[in-house]
T-cell receptor, first 111, second 112 residues
Framework: DTEVTQTPKHLVMGMTNKKSLKCEQHMGHRAMYWYKQKAKKPPELMFVYSYEKLSINESVPSRFSPECPNSSLLNLHLHALQPEDSALYLC??????????FGPGTRLTVL | DQQVKQNSPSLSVQEGRISILNCDYTNSMFDYFLWYKKYPAEGPTFLISISSIKDKNEDGRFTVFLNKSAKHLSLHIVPSQPGDSAVYFCAASPQGGRKLIWGLGTSLAVNP
């Protein structure tokens, strides 16, 4: 299984809502990542988990809260988002720090 | 400061011809380079990579060349197919680093 899955595929939320994005991989990878991507731009790193511990937080606003319940799962909890947070949110995993496998993404729209 | 540069935002090629996508980098600590392909509204898909101890890596229609002295790498696609039309990102990883440093991407259009 060389797949990273993400749910939901699409999400529309208001600025006062609380929602969560989910990511799962069964490749035994010990590093997992959250990225944000705007159209025609490269992925922008948000968080890195290594062995289920948060190792990198790229100065992301606290309205984004990551969680790694176990080595296969990664969540991103969303609260009080702004319209400018609308983007494609990508999850990735890797065995080392080199080749990262990406999921299909969650298209988030904040109204 | 952009450490990984893809100076051509777009490229148009005829089907069957060679596509050459270029990438320059500034950081001598980068020792591993990757190319990803991305379709709209999908996650990036890994294409091919190269370690700094090599100067060429080939996988089917895709070949990556690395010129360390010039801090330059290129991706060759031969022959190009319409399904290759996508945005191609070059990324670099420093030795011992935990992040990928991305270029801004090149949009490739392969015309039938």
């Amino acid at each position: 299984d060389t797949e990273v899955t993400q749910t939901p595929k699409h999400l529309v939320m208001g600025m006062t809502n609380k929602k969560s994005l989910k990511c799962e991989q069964h490749m035994g990878h010990r590093a997992m990542y959250w990225y944000k991507q705007k159209a025609k731009k490269p992925p922008e790193l948000m968080f890195v988990y290594s062995y289920e511990k948060l190792s990198i937080n790229e100065s992301v606003p606290s309205r984004f809260s990551p969680e790694c319940p176990n080595s296969s799962l990664l969540n991103l909890h969303l609260h009080a988002l702004q319209p400018e947070d609308s983007a494609l949110y990508l999850c990735a995993s890797s065995q080392g720090t080199r080749r990262q496998f990406f999921g299909p993404g969650t298209r988030l729209t904040v109204l | 400061d952009q450490q990984v540069k893809q100076n051509s935002p777009s490229l148009s090629v005829q089907e069957g011809r060679i596509s050459i996508l270029n990438c320059d980098y500034t950081n001598s600590m980068f020792d591993y380079f990757l190319w990803y392909k991305k379709y709209p509204a999908e996650g990036p898909t890994f294409l091919i990579s190269i370690s700094s101890i090599k100067d060429k890596n080939e996988d089917g229609r895709f070949t990556v060349f690395l010129n360390k002295s010039a801090k330059h790498l290129s991706l060759h696609i031969v022959p190009s197919q319409p399904g290759d039309s996508a945005v191609y990102f070059c990324a670099a990883s420093p030795q011992g680093g935990r992040k990928l440093i991305w270029g801004l991407g090149t949009s490739l259009a392969v015309n039938p």
